[in-house]
């Protein structure tokens, strides 16, 4: 009975043996014969990882769309609107007001970096003149979207009266 049960731990443990031998053999060819595959360039253009990111974000996978966006950033300023959108959804309005500063550092004529920093500091009832005059700045810029502008506007107006 001994004798039995030394046999089968010897071939429990040859066989084990040979396993960790095989995986160090796997190991060994992988990491030295195997051709390994950089991607030196981002295969998706900023507006594809934009279209994503929206794909992302209507699916609810926030942290995903994000991560798009921030691809996006590093070739389109517009990915810094999303990014801003994306984190005054979230009611974080400190990343969303850095955002949204920075679309405007980048691309002084986006009206909706304009309007959405106004829109930001009204619902946060701060910096209402600023808020005002960003407002303003988005009508000038873009005529064609004036009346969601003034729709801002009106409202920054109405809680500066109070």
Request: glycine share 4%; aromatic share 12%.
């Amino acid at each position: 009975m001994q004798k039995e049960k030394f046999k089968i731990l010897i071939q429990k443990l040859k066989i084990f043996l040979y396993l960790a031998f095989l995986i160090l053999v796997f190991e060994f060819l992988t990491s030295c014969a195997s051709p390994r595959i950089i991607i030196l360039d981002d295969p998706l253009s900023p507006e594809e990882h934009l279209n994503l990111g929206v794909a992302y974000e209507k699916k609810g996978e926030l942290d995903n769309a994000l991560k798009e966006y921030i691809k996006a950033s590093k070739k389109s300023s517009l990915a810094y609107l999303y990014m801003g959108n994306l984190y005054f959804k979230k009611n974080e309005y400190n990343e969303a007001e850095s955002c949204y500063r920075k679309v405007i550092k980048k691309d002084p004529g986006n009206a909706d970096a304009y309007n959405n920093l106004a829109w930001l500091y009204f619902i946060k009832g701060e910096k209402l003149d600023e808020a005002e005059r960003l407002a303003l700045r988005a009508i000038e810029l873009n005529p064609s979207k004036k009346e969601i502008y003034i729709d801002t506007l009106e409202k920054i107006k109405g809680i500066k009266q109070k």
